[in-house]
């Protein structure tokens, strides 16, 4: 399976996906952790995360597919959210609330 259908099949198999550094228990950078707290504060409880550390392919692959240059990466019921700062941003607004619920 290639990286691109691989990272499609993740973001369909779950409702939130965290693409992050780390992992939830253990985020590697302050904006996947800042992104964690978010989520958790929002009330999800089932969070689905990927390291992109364990895997390069991933790692950069995620980046085309979202057209976004910048790791963590959110996914909600298979759409593209954003990054950290634009979690906060809705966080802040409750905009995020309100999809983590719907």
Not at 13 to 35: D, I, Y
Not at 51 to 66: C, H, M, T, Y
Not at 78 to 83: N, R, V
Request: aromatic share 6%.
């Amino acid at each position: 399976m290639d990286t691109k259908a691989k990272i499609q099949e993740i973001v369909s198999s779950h409702p939130v996906v965290l693409f992050m550094k780390g992992n939830a228990q253990f985020p590697q950078c302050g904006f996947s952790g800042n992104a964690v707290n978010i989520l958790r504060s929002c009330g999800v409880e089932t969070l689905h995360t990927v390291n992109v550390l364990d895997d390069a392919d991933i790692r950069q692959g995620i980046k085309e597919f979202s057209n976004w240059p910048t790791i963590p990466q959110l996914y909600i019921n298979g759409e593209f959210i954003g990054g950290s700062d634009i979690m906060t941003e809705m966080h802040q607004s409750g905009e995020l609330q309100q999809l983590v619920k719907a």
